[in-house]
């Protein structure tokens, strides 16, 4: 009977360490939740929403004349700027493609009028 009561107390301060531990690790694990889902913002998210932002205001500040390239490629000179959020594309004289604002790759553009600015002549 003696040994039936320490083996039963010994158990009861087992749990109760045991107890004591997990609480003071619960505070930190959330912590570590915090950190990593602000990481996580950090250099996934926000960098995108940068993106779609640049890339929201590109579109918008196309206008007549400038020289694109869509996602598709294709190469050509705004001519004419729709409302419903299209424009005509001449891809050659005379030649014009009706495309989505959507549509055009503001890195492949970029590229583009890049290399096709002269240098400067010193």
Same mark, same amino acid.
């Given at each position: ?12 301060? !087992?749990?109760?360490? !045991? +107890?004591?531990?997990? =609480? ?6 959330? !912590? ?22 640049? =890339? ?16 598709? +490629?294709?190469?050509?000179? !705004? ?44």
């Amino acid at each position: 009977m003696q040994q039936n009561k320490t083996s039963d107390m010994n158990l009861a301060m !087992v749990y109760l360490m !045991v +107890g004591q531990g997990g =609480q003071s690790g619960g505070g930190f694990q959330f !912590v570590f939740l915090g950190l990593m889902i602000v990481v996580f913002w950090m250099f996934m998210i926000r960098p995108q929403a940068k993106k779609a932002k640049l =890339q929201k205001q590109f579109m918008q500040n196309l206008q007549k004349g400038d020289k694109i390239v869509t996602i598709a +490629g294709i190469h050509g000179t !705004v001519n004419k700027m729709n409302e419903d959020g299209t424009f005509m594309l001449e891809i050659n004289p005379g030649s014009y493609i009706k495309m989505e604002k959507s549509a055009v790759s503001m890195e492949m553009t970029a590229n583009l009028n890049k290399v096709n600015t002269p240098a400067p002549i010193k």
